[in-house]
Structure formats: structure tokens, C-alpha cells
């Protein structure tokens, strides 16, 4: 296991809790998808495990985080980073008044200050084309999806062991999700990149995830090998828009209640 | 002896008129809505009741026509079933969790003309087995909302709650006299309702309720647990259960007080704690949830508060048995002072400061829960009924309380003991057979007397019970073991939620355990186990070991022929839909002997 959350709580605010009791595994290798509604946790999660939860007044109440073995407690962000965890953030925060390039070069300060070599801007300009092209542009006036490869190619240069990919396709046309995927999966199989992927896309996550987990109100409702979730009919009704039969539902057909789930395992 | 029934001689629904006429502006039902808690009048109750029963006379109801209701309770559910008394209808109500397939055998035995639905998905369940059900009319639905999507083959065959009034208003134009008819015309003896009993054991059976047995009911109900004009109740329990009727009509409307109906289901807690009723009823689940909510957040609190908390508990057990008025000076001393330390902020919480009187009851409960409430300073007794005597003929008196029996038995009800124990029982409240079925009715009223199939015993006047009378089990080594009492004694437990035990013809005994999945999650969090959901819980070794260790506990207060020796933890929570529970969650034993067979074989 190179991520083990193990019974984690967050309570922002002292006062509002929005995680209870939630574990999860990432072994080695390998893309786990995270899936659920909003404001189940999800982003709270990675924020939990990336330590940013400070920032919004949240707090790990209980629970540990074990990276690689080692318990990140008492890690501060940016040693997380440079122990080789990479966040990359809801909504992509580049650096808009900075290039391209620069944007990457920003993105050293998580090598403990080596320099970076060439093959490392390299290495992001041949997943990403696209940046190689646009590398003296501004990144604000980048497309989203450009930016989205800006900020998973700013986690390239920290070589890091694990991403925790927070909605990439946000906003993206449907090709360019593909694309960004198809990268994505391309990225964990080259490099060994361990992924804990949340996405409110589920049928995406689910095709390039190994094993996946899917929250609701701070708590794990159902997980198992991502095939196994993508036949399961309460994720097929809910999470993948299919009526029973497999084919995609019509909206004259929606209900105004809910099928109750029952998340059997 | 003869019992001298000292409610007026009239029926419900013309009691309701009575009512209407006696004192129209007092307030009869509140009904939150959107957060607001919105007033109705005795005359408006009955106004609307009537305008709805004649609306549905202008459908096409014929008089001694059913009509089924669907829904959760609300201010339209009571008025679809007293619309129905006043025109000369019968009302027959179905759970709103039951699955289609339920539905369609109620509604479909009941010979049901027309159906009043909640909204969208209790008319999809309707529409769903509308093929088998050719008697069917109409479909009244109280929430609009996606109505206008009904498959056109069935949209003239569907109408709005609010458009059957507004036909109900027309209606009496032309037919003034028609409530006035119907109500003089009805007879004590005339059905009033068809209660489908929740079919623990094969088909619902629809018992048939009288006005002379609710009549015959509700003195002794009032009498026993001293309600009065001046009672508040929060309806929330299914009105189709006998136990939530008498609460909500059956006494409401012969002493003319309030209830109240929450926004939903889910909001029970909140209603609970703004309505504060003089009056609760709640399930033994009920109980053993708050009991869980409240040991959880001792769990969760501080040393010093957790201390307290014991230390009051511990000084106030004794005590527990006592109303407060029976308790000597040093008593209600003691009491006083841990009042106010902390059993005022608790009875807050969860929303029972004002009762003065706590019921349970249509299900056994384990007196560890009782005496736990009683001590908190909640007036919580148990009651008896069943669907055939139209509700509660024992309890326990405010100011008698013997924890673990159920009391004794109400003004009207004359009772016996068989040979074998079984409590039978005669008065105005035996019901009046069961519907389309002869052959059951026979076995269950011999000679007037009622069989309860309960098997009881009596001291000092006081019943308890032992337990179903065919539930009873007799070991390989020929042994009488009663399975509630065992599985009861295991469901104190705040870990175990459910316990079916196994012995009938078997050497030793064993049983199926559900876990509590919120209680048991926190021990294994406090405990850092790691676990997602129910099943890797339940997985879990050490969450075994747990739970033997509570059946260790739970086999020291029994005898020997009673332990429970081996059992399996299922790993997935029972369930209505998959015809496991009853809609009141009552456990179908037989159909759990079938679904895990092999589970139970594997444990011989």
C-alpha cells in the first residue's frame, strides 16, 4: 500500500462534520477512483491527506494517514510534497500571470530546491504536446483543458509516487476528458504513478481506475474492483444514469423520488 | 360483569360532526409544512373530510366502497379515512414501504374501488400491478409533482387530492343531504376500517374494525394512560398499525385533542422536540435507537460528564419502577438534583420533557431499555394489543409499574388463561373476522373469545408474556425455549440488532446475528479498525470477537438449555424488500430459516 486513510474525521469549523469514520487503500500502482455526489467529502478527503485542511478551518479530528509506510501527522504540506505526494487541485490554480514554462519552473520548488533538468520539462512536453507548443504563452489564456495539463504537468516535475487528481474533467468537452484520461492512465502505466482520483464523472473514473470507492455523507458506502462497481445496478442507476436494462435513460422517464439504495456488498 | 361504556353512543365519524358542531374553532390537527406548524379546526377537519368523501362519491364510490391509502402520515391521510366514514365508505391503509407486489395483494384482497396515493412513487407501485387490480377506479395522488408525466393510457384513470375536494364542493350543491344520509344511517356495528396485519407469518390478513370496537377500545385506552381533552400527540407511527389508529383517531377524536404531524419520517426527532407531546408512542426499535443515540455520545463526551452520567443513572436505578408522585421525600430529592444536572438537558434532547406518558409496545422489549428511559425520568410503560382487539388491552398503570410484564388489562376486557397459558380475551373490542377469510376468523374467536396466541403468565393480576405460542421451541433434548425472551435478552445489547435464534429440533441452540452497524462502527473506530461498509465490518475478526463476547454476557442471565452456542453474523442488514422484515420490521422467521438455510446448517 503506498496510501492507507484509516478511519479519518474532519470537522471544519468545530462544528460541522463532514467525515466520519472513513478508510481507504491505494496500493502501489495503481488509479483509485473516488466517486460521489457533491459534498459527500470527497475533496475533503484529499485535502485531509495533502494537510491543507487548515486552510479552511477544517481539522483531522481521529484517524491517521500512513504514506509509504510512514505516518504523516506530524508533516507539514509541503514536506508531504517533497516526500512524494502531489496534489492537484480542484479547478487547476495555475499561475496565470506566468508562462508556461514558468508555471513548471514554479513547480521545482518541490525538488527541495535541485535544479530541474531538461529532461524533466521534457518528460511533461511529451505526454502534454500541447504545452510545448503554447510555452511562452500566458497560462490564464490557456483553453481548461490546457490548463488542466499545465497542473497535472506541474505534478509531473515533482516525479511524485502518489497524485490525488481532483476533478479533471471539470468544465471539459467530453473529447477533451478523453484525452486528459487516456493521458492520465498513460502517465500511471509509464511512470508508476499511484492515483486517488475523485471525479464527479463516474463512468470515466470507472473505466481508468483499478478499484474504486464510492462516498456518501462522509462515509464509504461501497468499494471493490472498479469492473465489479460499474456492473453493480444501484451505481448504474445512480452514479452512471443507466435504466436496469443498460441503455442510457430518458429524462422524460426521471422520477421525482429517489430508488432508496441499498448498497449491497 | 358488565362494562358500562361511558363514551356517547355514536360513531367516529359522527362523533367528528359532534365535535365540529360542540367546538369548531378549537384546534383539532397541526401539519408542519415547510417548517411551519399550520393549524386545523374541528370544523375544518370535518369540512374538508366531508368535502373529500363527497368528491370521491362523485368519482364513482358506491356506499360500503374501500378505499385504500397509501402515504405516510399527514393531515390528507386522516382526511381520506374520516371522508370515508362520513360518506359510508371503508378505509383500508397500506404501508407506504411495502413493495408493489404487497401492495397489489392488499389493495386487490380488499377489493379496494379507489386509491389515495402519496405522490409519484406510491402511484408508480399502484400503475405497476394496475392489470391485476380491474377494480380499481381511481388514483388520488396528494403531491403533484410529476403527475403530469402519468403514461397516457392511465392519465384519466389519475386525479390531485386538491381537485377531489374542489369536486367534493360541487358536489354537496346538488346532494345536500347526502353526509347527513350516510350518518344517520350508520350503525355502531358498521365496518369502519380493514387493518391488514403485517403477515409475520404468510399473507397479511385483513382484520375488520368495527365502530362498536373502537368504541369498545378507546375508554379503556383513555382510562389506563390518562389521557384527557388536554393531550398532545405526535402521529408518526404507520396509521395502517392498529397502534398508531388509536392515537390519532380512534381517542383524539372521542376526548377532542390534538395531534400533530410532523413534516416527514425523517424529521421525527425535530418534530418531537418542538411539539414536545404530552403523549409518545414509540416502538421497542424506537427506544433501543435513542437508547443507542444516547450511549454513543456519552461515548463520545468527557470523563467528567461520562462520570455523572453513571453516577446519576447508578443513584436513580432504584427508584426507576415509581411514578413520581409514589417516590419518598429522599428520593425525589436525589432525583431533583440530577434533574437538573442532567437528566433535564437529556429529556430535552430527545423531545420527552413534557409526556406524561411513554408508551411501547407491538413488539417485546428488553426491560434493560425500559428501566434505562424510566430512570432518565421518561414515564415509559409497556402496553399489549394486537390488530384483532383494535388495539391496546393491557398496559401498565402510571402509578403500577412492574418492569417486564405488560400490566393489566383495560376497563372492558375480560381475559382468560388456556392450559397452555395462552391469554384469550372478550370485551367490545374483539374485532369483527377477518376478511374473505372464514377459516381463520373460526380459529381466532371461539365463543367470543378472542385468542391472542400469546402465552402469558399472571401474578398479582399483572400479565407478562412469554411469548408467541407457536413460536415456542423444543430442543433435539426435548427442552421449552422461548426465543424472544432469548433474543430479546441479546438485543440489549447495544451492538446486536437483530437476533434470529435456531433450536427446533436441534441439539443446542444457535442464531443469526445483525450487527448495529452505527454502534459497532464507532467501537471499531475507537478501536482503529479500519472498515468501508457494512460487510467488511461484519468481516472483520475482531468485530467477532466482539460480538462473542456479548453473547457470552447475554448466555450468563439465561439457563444453560437457553446459551447460545454458535452463531453467524449476516452480512447484509435485513430487510423489507427482500421480504425479511415486515413493514413494522417485525422478523418473518420462516422466511429467514429459507433464505439462510445453508448459513444455519453450517452452524450444526
Known sequence: MILEINNIEVIYNNAVQVLRGLSLRVPRGQIVALLGSNGAGKSTTLKAVSGLLALEDGEMTSGSVVLDGIDTAHLKPHELVRSGLFHVMEGRRVFEDLTVEENLVAATYALTGRRATSTDFDLVYEYFPRLHERKRGLAGYLSGGEQQMLAIGRALIARPKVMLLDEPSLGLSPLLVESIFTIIARINREQGVSMLLVEQNASVALAVAHTGYIMETGKVVIDGPAEKLAGDPDVREFYLGMAGEGAARSFRDIKHYKRRKRWLS | ?604
Open chain 2, 1 to 604: 360483569m358488565t362494562f358500562a361504556n361511558p363514551l356517547p353512543e355514536l360513531t367516529l365519524p359522527q362523533m367528528l360532526r359532534e365535535n365540529a358542531r360542540r367546538m369548531p374553532e378549537r384546534i383539532a390537527i397541526r401539519q408542519k409544512d415547510f417548517g411551519i406548524w399550520n393549524p386545523i379546526t374541528w370544523d375544518g377537519y370535518h369540512r374538508r373530510a366531508c368535502h373529500f368523501g363527497l368528491g370521491l362519491r362523485a368519482l364513482g364510490l358506491p356506499l360500503g366502497g374501500r378505499v385504500g391509502i397509501i402515504a405516510e402520515n399527514r393531515l390528507e391521510w386522516v382526511l381520506s379515512q374520516m371522508g370515508c366514514g362520513l360518506v359510508g365508505a371503508v378505509a383500508v391503509g397500506v404501508y407506504s414501504t411495502s413493495p408493489s407486489l404487497e401492495v397489489a395483494y392488499v389493495l386487490g384482497h380488499a377489493d379496494v374501488d379507489i386509491v389515495v396515493c402519496e405522490d409519484q412513487e406510491q402511484t408508480d407501485k399502484v400503475l405497476a400491478a394496475l392489470d391485476q387490480l380491474p377494480c380499481i377506479k381511481k388514483i388520488v395522488v396528494m403531491e403533484k409533482k410529476g403527475l403530469r408525466n402519468t403514461p397516457a393510457e392511465h392519465r384519466d384513470r389519475v386525479i390531485a387530492f386538491d381537485e377531489v375536494e374542489a369536486l367534493g364542493v360541487d358536489y354537496e350543491a346538488v346532494h345536500r343531504t347526502l353526509v347527513d344520509d350516510a350518518l344517520a344511517a350508520q350503525k355502531l356495528s358498521d365496518l369502519a376500517l380493514m387493518i391488514y396485519t403485517s403477515g409475520s407469518t404468510g399473507k397479511p390478513k385483513g382484520a375488520m374494525i368495527s365502530y362498536a370496537n373502537i368504541r369498545g377500545v378507546a375508554p379503556g385506552i383513555i382510562d389506563h394512560l390518562e389521557l384527557d381533552a388536554g393531550t398532545t400527540h405526535l402521529s408518526y407511527l404507520p396509521l395502517c398499525h392498529v397502534a398508531e389508529q388509536m392515537l390519532t383517531t380512534f381517542c383524539p377524536i372521542y376526548l377532542g385533542s390534538q395531534v400533530n404531524f410532523g413534516e416527514s419520517i425523517r424529521t421525527v426527532q425535530e418534530d418531537l422536540r418542538e411539539v414536545a407531546p404530552s403523549m409518545f408512542l414509540g416502538v421497542p426499535r424506537i427506544w433501543e435507537k435513542l437508547h443507542a443515540a444516547i450511549s454513543i455520545k456519552m461515548q463520545e463526551t468527557g470523563g467528567l460528564r461520562r462520570w455523572l452520567f453513571a453516577r446519576a443513572m447508578q443513584d436513580c436505578a432504584p427508584f426507576a419502577e415509581k411514578s413520581a408522585q409514589q417516590r419518598s421525600f429522599g428520593e425525589r430529592l436525589v432525583f431533583a438534583l440530577y434533574y437538573w444536572l442532567i437528566f433535564r438537558a437529556l429529556q430535552n434532547f430527545i423531545g420527552l420533557r413534557e409526556a406524561h406518558v411513554a408508551l411501547t409496545g407491538a413488539a417485546p422489549i428488553s426491560p434493560a431499555v425500559i428501566r434505562f428511559f424510566r430512570t432518565l425520568g421518561v414515564p415509559l410503560v409497556e402496553v399489549y394489543g394486537l390488530t384483532e382487539s383494535t388495539g391496546m388491552i393491557t398496559g401498565q398503570r402510571l402509578d403500577q409499574v412492574r418492569i417486564g410484564t405488560v400490566g393489566t388489562c383495560i376497563q372492558g376486557c375480560e381475559h382468560r388463561l388456556s392450559p397452555q397459558g395462552e391469554l384469550q380475551v372478550r370485551g367490545e373490542m374483539v374485532f369483527a373476522g377477518y376478511y374473505k377469510n372464514p377459516e381463520a376468523t373460526a380459529t381466532s374467536i371461539i365463543d367470543g373469545w378472542l385468542h391472542t396466541g400469546d402465552v402469558v403468565t399472571e401474578s398479582d393480576g399483572q400479565l407478562k408474556i412469554v411469548d408467541r405460542l407457536k413460536d415456542i421451541m423444543i430442543t433435539a433434548g426435548g427442552k421449552n425455549l422461548t426465543p424472544s425472551e432469548i433474543e430479546n435478552t441479546m438485543k440489549a445489547s447495544p451492538f446486536i440488532k437483530e437476533c434470529i435464534i435456531v433450536a427446533d429440533g436441534r441439539k443446542y441452540v444457535a442464531a443469526l446475528i445483525q450487527i448495529d452497524f452505527e454502534t459497532v462502527g464507532k467501537w471499531a473506530e475507537s478501536q482503529r479498525l479500519a472498515f468501508t461498509h457494512f460487510r467488511s465490518l461484519v468481516d472483520n475478526p475482531q468485530v467477532r470477537e466482539l460480538i462473542d463476547a456479548e453473547v457470552r454476557r447475554g448466555n450468563e442471565q439465561m439457563a444453560q438449555a437457553a446459551h447460545i452456542r454458535k452463531f453467524h453474523l449476516l452480512t447484509k442488514e435485513l430487510d423489507h424488500d427482500d421480504g425479511e422484515v415486515t413493514a413494522t420490521m417485525k422478523v418473518r422467521r420462516s422466511s429467514i430459516y429459507k433464505t439462510y438455510a445453508a448459513e444455519i446448517e453450517a452452524l450444526f
